[in-house]
């Protein structure tokens, strides 16, 4: 149903021209604020253009060191730690670390034929430590946070995290002597 104002207006019809018009002006003062604009004629011209530019998130793990448990003595606990590089470039810096051995289903051992030994890892976000977060194969460890500044750590911190490695001696008694027992650990960083 449509009202005309004493005047004759179709008021309907007014309300909506008004409604669109306003929406119009809406978006033309949004779009106005980044858009290009034009030279015009003249013996100069000057344009310009919006720049908008932005990085999805990444991350980056290096310094890593093979592990190397050489003629050890299987009466005590084996244990190598090493400091690390890990870049996030998010807002917090943060990241999330998850560790899959090369054992059945990804567990943590090192295996010679048919012998599997089991080795333990830990995660600390702070460089130098000799223990750390105890990592569970494909779970990640979420919550953790870099100080590095660029990737790689060229600059200081040289180092931001420390990687832990232990046998317990009970594992290491089950070794034969002067056989080598080989394992692969994979390393995953996902920028949070």
């Known amino acids: 149903m449509r009202f005309r104002s004493s005047r004759g207006f179709n008021v309907g019809v007014v309300r909506h021209k008004a409604l669109v018009g306003v929406a119009m002006c809406s978006l033309v003062m949004a779009g106005s604020a980044e858009a290009a604009t034009q030279g015009s004629l003249g013996a100069t011209s000057t344009g310009t253009v919006s720049i908008t530019a932005s990085v999805a998130n990444r991350a980056q793990i290096t310094g890593l060191t093979d592990v190397t448990f050489a003629a050890v003595d299987p009466g005590s606990a084996a244990s190598s730690a090493q400091s690390d590089c890990v870049w996030s470039n998010t807002a917090t810096k943060g990241y999330s670390i998850t560790a899959t051995g090369s054992g059945t289903s990804g567990a943590f051992t090192l295996a010679n034929g048919a012998l599997n030994v089991p080795y333990s890892v830990q995660w600390s976000s702070s460089a130098a430590q000799t223990s750390g977060t105890a990592l569970t194969s494909g779970t990640a460890l979420t919550g953790q946070t870099s100080t590095a500044l660029t990737p790689t750590c060229v600059t200081s911190p040289t180092t931001t995290s420390s990687l832990i490695v232990s046998i317990t001696s009970t594992n290491l008694q089950t070794m034969v002597a002067g056989?080598?027992?080989?394992?692969?650990?994979?390393?995953?960083?996902?920028?949070?």
């Open 179 to 192: 056989t080598s027992y080989t394992g692969t650990l994979t390393l995953l960083v996902t920028p949070q």
